[in-house]
């Protein structure tokens, strides 16, 4: 399959640890946000979300943390998987409710190492 | 199908040439979207089409780049003149809504030589 950035940021995990991946999101009215994961050769698949009056989400093996303070956004994955191996994508909605023009950031590559 | 299917899946088009990318959403769904993701980066919005209507077509870098999706399904993004900066991979995402819940489809690769 293609792959969808050569020169990301890269987090190296063994499998079945835990995986943090950060994101600073760029626009203070943003009250919506999404994490997507994005495999070689295929488009970004939605992981879980969060909105701006939550600072913690859980989902099946993964949590979003947001700190509004300082304009960031985490994605933890729990017990680390080689189908975890992915580039992932935060999205903030720019603040505007119902907005299809999210802004996405530019990706952390996730390796899981057996 | 099941999900939001693109074509061709690559294409590789000299400078100067016209190329046509077709998304194919699911059934049903009112909104389509197209990104642009340039190598490295994260998709950017290009436009936005509800039904047959294209509402937002902002993100459209220039004149060159053309969308259409005539009886409210299959989308056509078109570009013509093709340039060296066009190339990407040019995603495809489907919803019932505008603000959630979309499905991309695998993306077409275009490259400009």
């Known amino acids: 399959g293609e792959s969808v950035g050569l020169h990301l940021p890269t987090l190296s995990v063994q499998e079945g640890d835990n995986s943090i991946i950060n994101c600073a999101y760029s626009?203070?009215?943003?009250?919506?946000f999404i994490w997507y994961k994005q495999e070689s050769g295929k488009g970004p698949q939605f992981i879980i979300d969060?909105?701006?009056?939550?600072d913690k989400r859980q989902g099946q093996r993964v949590t979003v943390l947001l700190n509004k303070t300082v304009k960031h956004l985490s994605l933890q994955i729990a017990a680390t998987q080689p189908g975890d191996s992915a580039v992932y994508f935060c999205?903030?909605?720019?603040?505007?409710?119902?907005?299809?023009?999210?802004?996405f950031g530019t990706g952390t590559r996730l390796k899981v190492l057996a | 199908g099941a999900g939001v299917s693109q074509s061709p899946r690559y294409k590789v088009a000299k400078r100067g040439q016209d190329v046509a990318l077709r998304c194919d959403p699911i059934?049903?769904?009112?909104?389509l979207f197209w990104y642009q993701q340039a190598l490295g980066q994260g998709p950017e919005f290009l436009t936005y089409?509800?039904?047959?209507?294209?509402?937002?077509k902002s993100g459209l870098p220039s004149d060159r780049f053309f969308a259409e999706r005539p009886e409210g399904s299959v989308s056509t993004l078109k570009i013509q003149r093709t340039q060296q900066e066009d190339s990407a991979v040019y995603l495809c995402?489907?919803?019932?809504?505008?603000?959630?819940?979309?499905?991309f489809g695998p993306g077409t690769r275009l490259t400009v030589t």
């Open positions: 995402a489907s919803s019932l809504g505008t603000s959630g819940g979309w499905y």
């Open positions: 626009n203070s009215a943003s009250d919506y």
């Open positions: 969060i909105r701006s009056n939550m």
């Open positions: 999205a903030e909605n720019g603040g505007t409710s119902g907005t299809y023009k999210y802004i």
């Open positions: 059934s049903g769904h009112v909104s």
């Open positions: 089409f509800q039904n047959e209507a294209q509402l937002d």
